[in-house]
């Protein structure tokens, strides 16, 4: 027995308290660490603190948004000077010069910088007009001014356009002359910078040009060149008035559809439901342009234009004598005539003595009229309208049911919608009206602004990441430290060892046991003697009092023990008593 006992660990015998026992658990065990182990675990702590705080103060710091980018180096001083003044958190992007506030304040800021004419450089318009140059500015220094100060207005203008962010405008204007005959048009340039993942579709490319023609005299639409911030070309010189015109052509072709597609929607509504049609029109136009003149005569109804009359009357004899010395006789007294001059003249027509030419000369013009006709341009030639209607839909016994349509139910709506788009037989227009079911309606996808968008997003993601590296430091750093300074972490490492040591003892088939350093194994259990390899059967009991167990265990174990072998027990107290004597 003593010889087992030999095996036993015993018991420690009680030590004098010294200076050490009244130290703090978290300093005696930081004592117990190398050297290199204290500052290891110092820099670790510090790190992780430092870390914390970091992240603490990122997550509180507010989200700054673009209040100005793309200024003028002395209207971004004279900017951050009023930021200053007004007390302002504020950022400047090294790379691009961009002034960033806190999201929450930008359009106050922008407000109020506003007011104070800032910046400066994105102003210059007609303003520029009212500074005074001086009483030696010349003429040409007055022509440019107003022709920046019109740069300037303009480019204001087109900035009031949706999707544009900035706008320079390049006037290109000639001196006239009135010693020139042909003068040199006018001409401008559009560099316009539009924000992120925007674009101008093309009508708004047209209102720039003609704003722009519009806005300098005699400047022509066809003289205005638009390019936007990565040089490419919005409005093409080249482009001919035929596509102008086909474009135009295919609006007012759109806009008849529309507008009969609208007529038979609302008289079908009433009837069928909203939802329960659809109509389609294709729209036949012509649109040729064509003149006709057209020149007429009427024979039967000829007038008198004009008439030219002429008579020649000569009273001389037809025989004359020779000429000589009598011809050249002064002419006789005159002798009163007996006769009138009627009388004479009929006398000498009568007598054959004189002679009389008659001649005229008479324009008719006939009947004309003359027509210069111009045809009607767009008008519709043909109608093609296709209109399906859903199942009627009622209630029988409490449940909605469809039916479809009957054939005389469909002849109606087709006469409905005749009268609606004014049906016309001999234009060959076509009308059909069908009955097919439609199918469910399916489930909007819902196209409203992403989570991510929002603005308060990046605040709560911010917290989200910080309290997730908090709680990283906590668990993975700050415990097991402060599990070392306390000393739980031996405790810890005794349990485990234990778990593991009663995991390979119910391998082999043993038990449980300490050795002399307090350390948990397994020992194998012999089948047939019921006792442990190398140890007795009461070393296997006396040792099962050193295990880390409770007061209240112990003692029921020992009263067990007394129980079954009373004599064991007084063998085991003589030993301890002759030890400890």
Known sequence: MSEANNNFPVEAQPQ??????????????????????QLGLMLTLAVSIAIGIAVVLWAQAPSYDLLFS?????????????????????????????????????????LKLAAQGLPRSTSLGYELLDKDNGFGASKNVE?????????????LTIQTIQNVKSAKILLALPVQSVFVRERKKPSASVIVELYQGRTLDKEQIESIVHLVASSVPMMEASQVTVVDQKGRLLNSKDTPEDISLTSKQFEYKKNIEEHLRGRIENILTPLVGGDGMRAQISADVDFTVTEKTQEMFNPDLPALRSEQTQEDRSDLSAVQGVPGALSNQPPPTGVAPEV????????????GSGSVNKSATRNYELDKTITHTRLATGSLRRLSVAVVVDDKRATVDGNLTQQAYSQEDLNQLRDLVKQAVGYDSSRGDQVTVTNVAFKAAEALEDVSEPIWEKPWFMDVLKLLIAAVVLLLLILKVLRPVFATLLGTREEEEKL??????????EAIGGVVRFDENGKPVAVRIDQETGEMMGLSAAAEDLLLLEAPQSYEKRLEYV????DEDAKLVAQVIKTWLKDNA
Do not use: W
């Open 16 to 37: 004098q308290s010294g200076p050490g026992d009244k130290m703090h658990p978290v300093v005696k065990n930081l004592m117990k660490l190398s050297t290199g182990q």
């Open 70 to 110: 793309g200024v003028a180096d002395k209207d971004a001083g004279e900017i951050i000077e009023a930021l200053n003044k007004l007390e302002m958190d504020y950022k400047v992007d090294p790379g691009t010069g961009a002034i960033m506030v806190p999201a929450g304040n930008v359009r106050e800021l922008k």
């Open 143 to 155: 022509l440019m001014r107003f022709q920046r100060a019109l740069e300037g207005e303009i480019a």
């Open 340 to 351: 009138t001059s009627g009388q004479e003249n009929q006398a000498a027509t009568q007598t």
């Open 496 to 505: 485990k060892a234990l778990e593991e040591a009663k995991k390979e003892a």
């Open 559 to 562: 009263q067990k023990l007394i």
